[in-house]
């Protein structure tokens, strides 16, 4: 826009042009790559890499699995709070057997904690899973394995996008669709999220395999 006509004329009778906002995406890790990713991170000893894998298998944000608690856990079941999302809505998370087994592991490491994920009792910083990525040479975000999710779900399931979007617990943008969408899916959401382990294991299957073969 011209700025001469605007200013004094055009800004008296019309509102402000909006600034366009820069998307900024997360670098993430292409999906096909991930179950050898997978091998090398259960390779990698500490509670940051048992972290790491606790929310790659569940697609969680690093607050959330940074700030989870032992007493949110409950017969399979991680109960987020409200007050720790992003949308302000409970969240509930279906547990696969090795998302049990890592926080088993945890607990382990630092019995009286209070957290899913800590040493001597203080939950992990926020760059603690960042340097790992690091010190594996990955030029890619936590945050971006959220979207290697999404992407294998997209391309390689025929689960539903509405169930993908639950297990991503993205806030639903049209409110007559979230007046309709009141149920988290739960059952449905357990199976997709096995189908992920399996996805997520496939390489360790593959390797196993070839070793009875050979």
Request: net charge positive; with cysteine; aromatic share 6%.
């Amino acid at each position: 826009m011209n700025p001469a006509p605007w200013r004094g004329h055009l800004q008296t009778i019309l509102p402000a042009p909006k600034r366009m906002m820069e998307v900024r995406h997360h670098s993430a890790l292409a999906y096909r790559a991930l179950p050898e990713f997978l091998i090398r991170l259960r390779n990698t000893d500490g509670v940051v890499a048992l972290a790491l894998e606790f929310a790659i298998l569940n697609a969680s944000r690093t607050g959330e699995v940074l700030g989870g608690l032992r007493s949110e856990v409950d017969d399979g079941i991680w109960t987020i709070s409200a007050s720790r999302m992003k949308a302000r809505k409970e969240h509930r998370v279906p547990l696969t057997s090795r998302s049990s087994e890592i926080l088993a592991i945890a607990k382990v490491m630092d019995e009286g904690s209070q957290y899913l994920f800590s040493r001597n009792g203080k939950p992990l910083s926020n760059m603690a899973m960042p340097k790992l990525l690091r010190r594996l040479n990955q030029n890619i975000t936590v945050h971006g394995f959220r979207s290697t999710f999404r992407d294998w779900v997209s391309e390689e399931t025929e689960h539903s996008p509405e169930v993908a979007e639950m297990a991503l617990a993205h806030t639903i943008k049209n409110k007559v669709e979230a007046a309709y969408r009141r149920k988290d899916l739960l059952d449905r959401r357990r199976i997709l999220m096995h189908d992920w382990l399996d996805f997520c294991n496939s390489q360790q299957f593959n390797n196993v395999t070839t070793l009875l073969a050979a």
